[in-house]
Antibody
Framework: EVQLVESGGGLVQPGGSLRLSCSASGFTFRSNAMHWVRQAPGKGPEYVSA????????FYADSVKGRFTISRDNSKDTLSLLMSSLRTDDTAVYYC??????????????????WGQGALVTVSS | DIQMAQSPSSLSASVGDRVTITCRASQGVSNYLVWFQQKPGKAPKSLIF???SLQSGVPSKFSGSGSGTDFTLTINSLQPEDFATYYCQQYDTYPYTFGQGTKLEIK
């Protein structure tokens, strides 16, 4: 059974930093691209960052580019998101997501998407 | 970024009703469109992918249509467990983007 467990959320002041972690199990972590998706209170979800299976390629939404860094440790089945220069509009639940949208595009399906339970990040003074 | 516009933003319906939610992309996304259902405090759950394909385990009361820029999600015979918020999302171009959501409420 695929399991994704986020940790590291909490309250941080504007301008501060926080590192989120996602512990993965139930699948071959090193063979899968991974995503961070966040959802601000009362808003729709937003893809924040992605990383390829080998960790060599990373992608960021413009809203976090230059402030957030995604990384992974394939020896420990762990995904991370280092968030710096945090702003009040970064307040959200952050989800770790396993899904290969490229494969779904290429083959037309099936879709296998897995989401963690989410970690709440609150940026406030 | 590709913008996704959903309508309506909220919808009031009764048990047994049929409802339709629409989603429009700011540029063509082929059929690379997924629909999610989300309940309070939970992660989104995929219902339809590739615009029209039913996700495994999802009841056939849910159906999707469309291609290019215009898409619809239809839910037949509403039951109490269907009252939730629904989102469309394109997976044509990163960053993949969601609509703002449609909150389906009991009348």
């Amino acid at each position: 059974e695929v399991q994704l467990v986020e940790s590291g959320g909490g309250l941080v002041q504007p301008g501060g930093s926080l590192r989120l972690s996602c512990s993965a199990s139930g699948f071959t972590f090193r063979s899968n691209a991974m995503h961070w998706v966040r959802q601000a209170p009362g808003k729709g979800p937003e893809y924040v960052s992605a990383i390829t299976a080998d960790g060599y390629n990373t992608f960021y939404a413009d809203s976090v580019k230059g402030r957030f860094t995604i990384s992974r440790d394939n020896s420990k089945d762990t995904l991370s998101l280092l968030m710096s220069s945090l702003r009040t509009d970064d307040t959200a639940v952050y989800y770790c997501v396993k899904v290969d949208w490229g494969a779904v595009r290429d083959s037309g399906g099936p879709l296998h998407d897995y989401w963690g339970q989410g970690a709440l990040v609150t940026v406030s003074s | 970024d590709i913008q996704m516009a959903q309508s309506p933003s909220s919808l009031s319906a009764s048990v047994g009703d049929r409802v339709t939610i629409t989603c429009r992309a700011s540029q063509g996304v082929s059929n690379y469109l997924v629909w999610f259902q989300q309940k309070p405090g939970k992660a989104p759950k995929s219902l339809i992918f590739a615009a029209t394909s039913l996700q495994s385990g999802v009841p056939s009361k849910f159906s999707g249509s469309g291609s290019g820029t215009d898409f619809t999600l239809t839910i037949n015979s509403l039951q109490p467990e269907d009252f939730a918020t629904y989102y469309c999302q394109q997976y044509d171009t990163y960053p993949y983007t969601f609509g703002q959501g449609t909150k389906l409420e009991i009348k």
